[in-house]
Protein backbone atom coordinates (compact mmCIF):
# COMPACT_ATOMS: atom_id res chain seq x y z
CA UNK A 1 0.00 0.00 0.00
CA UNK A 2 1.28 3.53 -0.40
CA UNK A 3 2.16 5.85 -3.09
CA UNK A 4 4.67 4.33 -6.20
CA UNK A 5 8.32 6.89 -6.36
CA UNK A 6 6.72 8.08 -9.80
CA UNK A 7 3.56 9.47 -8.07
CA UNK A 8 5.14 10.89 -5.38
CA UNK A 9 8.02 12.95 -7.89
CA UNK A 10 4.69 13.86 -10.08
CA UNK A 11 3.26 15.42 -6.96
CA UNK A 12 6.10 17.35 -6.08
CA UNK A 13 6.87 18.76 -9.51
CA UNK A 14 3.76 20.23 -9.34
CA UNK A 15 4.56 23.73 -9.49
CA UNK A 16 0.08 24.12 -9.34
CA UNK A 17 0.38 22.09 -5.74
CA UNK A 18 3.73 24.37 -5.15
CA UNK A 19 1.76 27.51 -5.78
CA UNK A 20 -1.74 26.17 -4.11
CA UNK A 21 0.97 25.38 -0.97
CA UNK A 22 2.78 28.71 -0.98
CA UNK A 23 -0.58 30.77 -1.34
CA UNK A 24 -2.20 28.79 2.10
CA UNK A 25 1.13 29.55 3.67
CA UNK A 26 0.75 32.92 2.76
CA UNK A 27 -2.83 33.28 3.72
CA UNK A 28 -1.98 31.57 7.50
CA UNK A 29 0.87 34.14 7.64
CA UNK A 30 -0.92 36.73 7.38
CA UNK A 31 -4.52 35.74 8.97
CA UNK A 32 -3.04 34.03 12.05
CA UNK A 33 0.67 36.01 12.26
CA UNK A 34 2.01 32.49 11.84
CA UNK A 35 6.08 32.78 12.30
CA UNK A 36 7.33 29.18 12.94
CA UNK A 37 6.37 26.01 13.11
CA UNK A 38 4.43 23.39 14.71
CA UNK A 39 1.98 26.59 15.12
CA UNK A 40 -1.77 24.95 15.72
CA UNK A 41 -4.55 27.01 15.21
CA UNK A 42 -7.49 25.44 17.14
CA UNK A 43 -10.91 26.45 17.46
CA UNK A 44 -9.61 29.80 16.06
CA UNK A 45 -6.81 30.25 19.11
CA UNK A 46 -3.33 30.37 17.80
CA UNK A 47 -1.05 27.84 19.33
CA UNK A 48 2.89 28.31 18.68
CA UNK A 49 5.15 26.02 19.61
CA UNK A 50 5.69 22.59 20.95
CA UNK A 51 2.78 21.16 22.35
CA UNK A 52 2.66 18.85 25.50
CA UNK A 53 0.09 15.69 25.19
CA UNK A 54 -1.16 17.34 28.65
CA UNK A 55 -1.29 20.98 27.22
CA UNK A 56 -3.36 19.80 23.60
CA UNK A 57 -5.19 17.27 26.26
CA UNK A 58 -6.70 20.28 28.26
CA UNK A 59 -7.31 22.46 24.98
CA UNK A 60 -8.98 19.78 23.47
CA UNK A 61 -11.05 18.87 26.24
CA UNK A 62 -12.23 22.25 26.76
CA UNK A 63 -13.74 22.50 23.56
CA UNK A 64 -15.64 19.11 24.37
CA UNK A 65 -18.98 19.46 26.74
CA UNK A 66 -18.86 17.14 29.53
CA UNK A 67 -21.29 14.59 29.34
CA UNK A 68 -20.99 13.32 33.07
Known amino acids: AGLDQGTV ?3 L ?3 AVQDKIIAEM ?9 QSTPT ?3 NGTKHAGT ?3 ES ?3 ILKDL ?3 KS
Open 13 to 15: NDT
Open 40 to 42: LII
Open 9 to 11: ESC
Open 64 to 66: VPN
Open 56 to 58: MDK
Open 26 to 34: QAAQTEFQI
Open 51 to 53: LSF
